[in-house]
């Protein structure tokens, strides 16, 4: 709790670098924990790749992204708000490396997820909505500019 609000003081004074060092340092210790929370360790490393986005290390962030998903899915279950999260952000790092059909196909399955788990009325399904007009806004984009 302590490292999660430093990390935020980090990230609040521009000082992303130092957010990813501290919430890495958080997640290895996490996970080498005899006695570790398997959610406690999926939400530290979902604050990591917020804190990787933040600092603009797409390529790594990517990377954490894709393994997160595949770990939230497998230990929280494909419709749980954790893994429906890690999804939509997965989408959003595809967005952000300029590669808008990967991110459409994981926000169009976030959000037949999401409403069918949280409701169409959601908060999260509504920003999933907002970031699939985006993604889909940028195909048609790059599609008229062809």
């Not at 990967?102 to 409701?119: N, P």
């Amino acid at each position: 709790m302590v490292r999660d609000k430093l990390a935020a003081s980090y990230r609040s004074f521009n000082r992303p670098e130092l957010a990813v060092e501290l919430l890495d340092r958080c997640c290895a210790s996490l996970e080498s924990s005899p006695v570790g929370d398997p959610v406690q360790q999926l939400q530290g490393r979902m604050r990591l790749t917020q804190a990787l986005m933040h600092a603009g290390d797409l390529a790594r962030c990517l990377d954490e992204s894709q393994r997160l998903l595949e770990d939230t899915e497998r230990i929280l279950g494909r419709t749980d708000s954790g893994t429906i999260t890690a999804r939509s952000n997965l989408a959003m790092v595809h967005l952000n490396l300029d590669h808008p059909h990967e991110a459409i196909g994981l926000l169009e399955d976030a959000l037949v997820d999401s409403t069918s788990a949280l409701g169409a009325s959601d908060r999260l399904t509504l920003r999933i909505i907002e970031c699939l007009e985006k993604a889909r806004a940028s195909v048609a984009q790059d599609s008229s500019n062809s």
